[in-house]
């Protein structure tokens, strides 16, 4: 009686665990709380805490989008008109990195915070309007720098326990770095001039 030969189980991985679950275990969980969406139970981090954190990082990208949307029509001089541009294009990835992060929130199930009542205490980075073009320079280049260090500390939080938003957060971190590297240049070159 020669019987076919059974699979090896799954080799442990990473964190100790099989690869991959029984397919009928993943089914029946699938279908268990169905009503949260992508909240499955495999999701381990604290999700109020979570959203808590998602709401100060979306409230620091609105904050961020005003200043530099007033910076942008503020900008007055000779070497205005460039860097005029540069506040502009800023404010349009802090605009698109709010929105991915609203997105985010209500994928746990929370609600994105856009009352302006409060928006200037939740936000990490300040709204300095800065007198002149040096000024809005340096307030912008603060505020990133204020942006990389806090949005350094949520991805730390997140870890393993929410790779969604780790993800998320690392890529407006790589952004927020692009913008913080074009203000110091800008800041070099407006020097020189």
Do not use: W
Not at 1 to 20: D, E, V, Y
């Amino acid at each position: 009686m020669s019987s076919a030969p059974q699979a090896a189980p799954a080799k442990p991985q990473g964190g100790g665990q099989p690869f991959l679950s029984d397919i009928k275990e993943l089914r029946r969980r699938a279908r268990e709380h169905i009503s949260q969406g992508a909240v499955t139970p495999g999701y381990h981090a604290d999700r109020e805490t979570v959203v808590k954190l998602l709401n100060e990082a979306l409230a620091t990208e609105i904050v961020c989008v005003l200043r530099y949307k007033r910076h942008h029509f503020m900008a007055k001089g000779i070497h205005a008109e460039g860097v005029a541009a540069e506040f502009l294009e800023h404010a349009q990835d802090e605009q698109q990195h709010a929105d991915q992060i609203a997105g985010r929130i209500t994928q746990l199930g929370g609600a994105p915070d856009f009352s302006p009542d409060g928006l200037a205490t939740r936000s990490h980075a300040e709204y300095v309007e800065g007198d002149t073009l040096e000024d809005m320079i340096k307030e912008d280049l603060v505020a990133e720098r204020i942006a990389i260090d806090s949005y350094k500390e949520i991805i730390l939080y997140l870890g393993e326990n929410d790779p969604t938003s780790r993800r998320l957060m690392e890529e407006i971190l790589a952004k927020e770095e692009e913008h913080a590297d074009d203000l110091a240049n800008l800041l070099e070159d407006l020097g020189r001039r």
